[in-house]
């Protein structure tokens, strides 16, 4: 913890720029390097130093450490703070204040600097655990310096459920909220079972920090006659055998109006047809809509005529 001043060590002012530092450091180097003092300890230590001070001061992120938090540049660094973060807040030997001496980083962090170090900055910024508010002691830069720990809010899930032409309009729901506050929620056209609608900031209240979300997790009501299948819905038409047999129009329910469908002579019990653009609108684009199936389903007639019998009995002597 004891306090080095790299530049002087190398001899250079604090303004000064990469190729001078680098200079520095070769006249120093060759100077005091081993080889050249073959048992000199002192030159040896000096050696040490002028490589310790030309590797901070060489690299630009260990040097705005170094400036901006002077012997504690090491801490900060494995600490992962970001001196441009820490706005006016500072104690380096960069000009803004003191440097921070080892008795009262102690005094401040613990001994060793480690575990108090780290619980200072998540307090400091953020994305600790929550914790009792925390105040730098006597003497110290940190005097005064009130900080907490935050946490954010616990995010909230209620189930909703809606029907399918709720789903296919957009709808909303009204809540009552634990504090008695009532919220009106829109849902948008096009959710499905298992979609969560977001409401920021309306989940768990968060200790210090923001709170967390509130999530609608949508449940789309099965349909009496449609079903779905993603966008896609698909329903059953029913269709006498006659028409089935020699063609025609049909009706076809669809969620919003009753359209016209033409089939071709011959069309099979069972067939799909699929109707363009009239299905479900899909999710944060409703412009844009899923296609519906016409599943058509041959209906027999009932209770024949006398009549009725012989000329079917006719038709199928006719095709055997």
């Known amino acids: 913890m004891d306090y080095k001043d790299y530049y002087q060590i190398l001899g250079v002012s604090k303004n000064a720029d990469e190729s001078d530092i680098k200079k520095a450091y070769r006249k120093l180097a060759r100077q005091y390097h081993p080889d050249v003092n073959p048992g000199d300890k002192q030159a040896e230590q000096r050696f040490k130093e002028i490589s310790e001070a030309y590797t901070v001061l060489s690299d630009a992120d260990k040097r705005k450490k170094y400036d901006r938090f002077g012997a504690q540049w090491q801490q900060y660094e494995r600490a992962g703070v970001n001196p441009e973060d820490m706005g006016g807040f ?117 200790m210090g920090g923001q709170a967390g979300d509130l999530y609608l997790v949508v449940e789309v009501t099965p349909h009496s006659r449609f079903r779905r299948d993603e966008d896609d819905l698909t329903v059953e038409v029913e269709v006498d055998l006659y028409t089935a047999l020699l063609g025609g129009e049909v009706q076809v329910p669809t969620l919003e109006r009753p359209v016209m469908l033409t089939l071709p002579a011959g069309t099979q019990n069972g067939k799909r047809f699929r109707l363009r653009g009239l299905g479900m609108p899909k999710l944060r684009t409703s412009e844009r809509r899923g296609d519906l199936y016409a599943e058509i389903k041959v209906t027999l007639p009932e209770n024949l005529s006398g009549e009725e019998k012989q000329l079917f009995e006719r038709l199928r002597s006719l095709r055997a």
């Open 90 to 206: 500072g104690f380096g030997n960069g000009g803004h204040s003191r440097s921070v001496t080892p008795e009262e980083f102690e005094q401040m962090f613990g001994r060793g600097g480690t575990g108090g170090f780290s619980d200072f900055f998540e307090g400091l910024f953020g994305g600790g655990p929550a914790g009792p508010r925390t105040r730098g002691a006597p003497g110290t830069p940190f005097e005064g310096f009130s900080t907490r720990q935050r946490r954010g809010g616990q995010d909230v899930e209620t189930p909703v459920t809606i029907t399918l032409e709720e789903s296919l309009h957009g709808t909303s729901r009204l809540l009552q909220r634990d504090n008695g506050r009532r919220l009106e929620v829109s849902i948008p056209a096009g959710v499905r079972t298992g979609s969560r609608v977001r409401v920021a900031g309306e989940g768990g209240p968060g």
